[in-house]
Nanobody, 115 residues
Framework: QVQLVESGGGLVQAGASLRLSCAAS????????MCWYRQAPGKQRELVAE???????NYADSVSGRFTISRDNAKTTVYLQMNTLKPEDTAVYYC?????????WGQGTQVTVSS
């Protein structure tokens, strides 16, 4: 069974940077896209960033210019570089990999940004 293992979350001060990683435990074939979501307490889960099989990227307006999504195809790993973190970025971050007909989710990693 394929599992996505996330790492890199933590507690930081506003303005700091973090890099989240999401690695597949096994080989995944036919990946259509990889993406990152986040969910803050009492709020809807939202799409933060995505990268398609062709390398196109898309970002939520709230993180555009601060966050960068990237991938390592050899390791089937997706990253989220987060710079200039703000308290409103505080949330549990989840990675997702879609490889038809399968949809894989990471376990989530907590990111907390203090003022």
């Amino acid at each position: 069974q394929v599992q996505l293992v996330e790492s890199g979350g933590g507690l930081v001060q506003a303005g700091a940077s973090l890099r989240l990683s999401c690695a597949a435990s096994g080989r995944v074939f036919g990946i259509a896209f990889m993406c990152w979501y986040r969910q803050a307490p009492g709020k809807q889960r939202e799409l933060v960033a995505e990268i398609t099989s062709g390398g196109a990227t898309n970002y939520a307006d709230s993180v555009s210019g601060r966050f960068t999504i990237s991938r390592d195809n050899a390791k089937t790993t997706v990253y989220l570089q987060m710079n200039t973190l703000k308290p409103e970025d505080t949330a549990v971050y989840y990675c997702r990999v879609f490889a038809a007909p399968y949809n894989y989710w990471g376990q989530g990693t907590q990111v907390t940004v203090s003022s």
